[in-house]
Each structure stands twice: as C-alpha cells, then as structure tokens.
C-alpha cells in the first residue's frame, strides 16, 4: 500500500496484478549484485505511447531473473539509493522464504548521470521475518526504519482488511510487527543490528514514516489480540516519547505520510464500513514546543466506489499520487489529484483535477518521487514475466496545467 504506503504487504492474485506479502532471501545463489536497466517486453508496449506526456525514459529496475517480485520502494533523501521489499529466487532445490524481506541497494547511472539500474543490494531483515514499509531517515543517511516481525509470525494467516466479494485482496496484521531503527554502516541481516523504537506485544505496528526534520514519526498501530478490525494513526514524538492518535476513526486508517514542509499528512481510510478505501490530507497542530499534539482540519479527496490508496506526496506539496481500482480492479493504474491548501496567490484545492498517470495493463502503483519530484518510482507488472517489479521513470506530466501538451488526459 501500498507505503503502502505505505506502505503495506499486500497478498494479491496476478489477475489483481498486485504486491504479495510472501519473499524470500538469496541463499548463495551465485547471482549479480546488481540489476541492471531491463528492456521490457510487454505485449504490445502500447503503454510506451500513452505515458509519453506523463512518463517518459522507463527503467525497470529489479528483475525476475533476481526477485521473484519486489515492491513499495522510496528513495533516499540524496536520491542515491532505495529501499524496498522484495523475494528473492531461492537456490536450486530450496523454497523461497514465506514472506518479505527489506532490502537496501544503491542507484546505477548511465554516462549522462541518469539512473539505469541498482547495485550493492544488501538485505537487512532476519531471515523468515516478515518486514514492509522501509523509510530513510531524513537527517541521518546511515539509518532506515521499517516494520518487521524480527522472528518467523507466529500466526500468519489471512486477518483484517479485505476487499468486498474477493478472497484474493486481503492484507496481513502480524501480531509480532514492530518498527524498527537499522544503521546500514551496521546492517548484517541479523535481528542484532535491528532497534526497537515502537513496541507492543498486542499490536501490529507498521505503515511508518518519518517527518521532515526527523522529528516526529508517523504509523498505524492495530490490535491483534482484541479482534480489532481497523487500524488508527499514531504520531511519536521521538524528542519527548509522546504519542498522540490522529486518526482514530471507525475503519481502516493507514499508510500516512508527512508532507514535505512536515505540517500534513496523507493517509488512506475504509471509515464508511465498505472497505472501499478512500484518499485523506489532515493538517496537524502543534504546540509551542513545535510537538504535534493532533490534527486541525481534514479534507476528503476521493469519494467513490472504487479501491484509492497508497497516496504519496509530490515535492512542491500540492498534489497527491495514488493507486486505484478506478480503472479495474485487474488494472490497477496510478492518479494525481490536487492536494493543494493554497496560498496567498492560489486558492486551496483538494480532490479536483483527477488525472490518470499510467497507462499499462496489469498492477502499477505504490508510487513515489524523488527529492525534486523530476522521477517517480513504483511498482509494475509490464515485463514479459508479469510480476511485481520496480520501475522508474522521468516524470514530465504538466500537473500545473500551465503548458499544452496535446492529450486532454483521463478524469475530471
């Protein structure tokens, strides 16, 4: 949720075209560390055309010669690596592990500086956890964080939120699930070189993010042992330890995200009881002491019958991508919206100009950019194998609407 999401661990069929919650880990194989810009080979590459004003110079960046499918990635605050979820192909005559695991691993670039690739890929979590929702600490580039069961779940059976009417749409709620601090200077994929920095034994904790200055992390904390059906966001602060719920609603409440200035977040909700997820934005209050004590106002930016979710943040903090089912629920495509709490010379905007952004059959989404917003990245099935890969390209869609591209684009 994708963070996804964000982030989160989706079990999902091919014909949902989406991200699974198993992975598994390389065991010796005796493979490339790096994996290279792959051409794709999806039937037709129709979709090459049609993101040519949104999307342009594609590169898949994981492969299924490598990872049987990988997802949810972010970059780092220098943009020079990511962090992502993904299942290794086990050794001859051995099992794939049964769930996810975090990976790190360095961005490659071509003669021009462009990025084409990955290199240096170093797993991070134990061996038979499940892990999702990896994040780069924005001031400190030797640490990361994200959830992790550190140990094999104890029962990890299909629980929680599952789309209405389908048994193959369902995400998982690992009673074990903690976030986790990890120095990557110290990472050896042991549950020693990870920290605890929020625990509870009854609950799932995952979906996390870090606010800008670091100060204030963002997640969603769910009950296991009382049977509790939603999810509510959280904020620590980690200067003072305190923990404010800012989203406590009847539901799902997940995969939140600060926006650049630190001053919202976006998140995503099944509040109604419909498990029809829809796209939040709350702006937070603060105190005198710049602690976030709750949220001030909360805006509402999809409204339909459809799935919307792992929103994320463009870098000028007026517009939101996001995945949804709008197209299909066997094509799930990336949106932009406005996001936008306006300014002296603008005014506020939230939930207009709904634009689709790709373009390809099967599942693309978890999207993210980079630090400028001039990349996104997310996860695709475009390759001729069909799973969940990560993909990269330049993003030159005129979101402003200031210069005339020649497509009228999708929505309203």
């Known amino acids: ?20 919650t ?17 051409p794709a080979k999806a039937a037709g590459e129709d979709w090459r055309d049609a993101e ?40 001859d005559g051995e099992d794939p592990e049964e769930f996810y695991q975090m990976f790190v691993a360095d961005f490659t670039h071509d003669w021009t500086g462009a990025i084409n690739g990955i290199t240096n890929i170093k797993q991070l979590s134990p061996p038979g956890s499940s892990n999702t929702c990896g994040w780069f600490h924005p001031t400190n580039k030797d640490v990361v964080i994200f959830g992790t069961t550190i140990v094999p779940p104890s029962a990890p059976n299909r629980s929680g939120y599952q789309r209405s009417g389908s048994r193959n749409y369902v995400w998982q709620f690992p009673q074990e699930m903690t976030i986790v601090e ?43 042992t009382e ?46 009881g419909n498990d029809l997820l829809q796209i939040f934005v709350s702006e937070l209050a603060f105190d005198e002491d710049g602690s976030c004590v709750g949220l001030s106002r909360e805006f509402q930016l999809t409204d339909n019958a459809h799935v919307n979710w792992a929103p994320f943040w463009h870098p000028n903090s007026r517009f939101l991508v996001y995945a949804t089912s709008e197209v299909s629920h066997r094509n799930y495509e990336v949106f932009i919206v406005d996001a936008d ?72």
């Not at 949720?1 to 699974?20: K, N, W």
């Not at 198993?22 to 792959?38: E, F, K, L, V």
């Not at 780092?76 to 192909?89: H, L, N, R, Y």
């Open 227 to 272: 049977g509790d059906q939603g999810g509510d966001l959280r904020i620590r602060d980690l200067q003072t330890g305190r923990d404010v719920v800012v989203a406590g609603n009847d539901g799902y409440d997940g995969g939140p995200f600060f926006s650049p200035d630190g001053r919202r977040i976006c998140y995503r909700s099944d509040r109604v």
């Open 341 to 412: 709490q306006g300014a002296v010379d603008r005014p506020a905007r939230y939930g207009t100009r709904v634009r689709r952004v790709t373009h390809a059959p099967g599942f693309d989404g978890l999207p993210v950019f980079n630090t400028d917003g001039s990349l996104m990245m997310w996860t695709g099935q475009r390759d001729e194998n069909r799973t969940s890969q990560l993909w990269l390209a330049r993003f030159v869609m005129d979101i402003d609407g200031t210069k005339s591209t020649g497509r009228s684009g999708y929505g309203r």
């Open 52 to 91: 040519r004003t949104y999307l342009e110079y594609h590169v898949q960046l994981t492969s299924f010669d490598r990872f049987l499918k990988a997802g949810e990635a972010y970059f780092s605050p220098d943009d020079s690596k990511v962090i992502f979820q993904a299942i290794e192909v086990p050794a």
């Open 182 to 224: 990890c120095k990557l200077s110290e990472a050896d994929g042991t549950a020693a070189s990870l920290t605890p920095i929020v625990s509870d034994p009854d609950s799932y904790l995952a979906e996390c993010a870090l606010s800008p200055d670091g100060r204030h992390l963002v997640y969603c904390s769910r009950n296991v």
């Open 22 to 38: 198993s992975a598994t880990q390389d065991r010796g194989n005796n493979r490339s560390t790096s994996q290279p810009a792959t």
């Open 1 to 20: 949720m994708t963070r996804f999401q964000g982030m989160i661990a989706l079990v999902l069929t091919s014909t949902l075209a989406a991200v699974a």
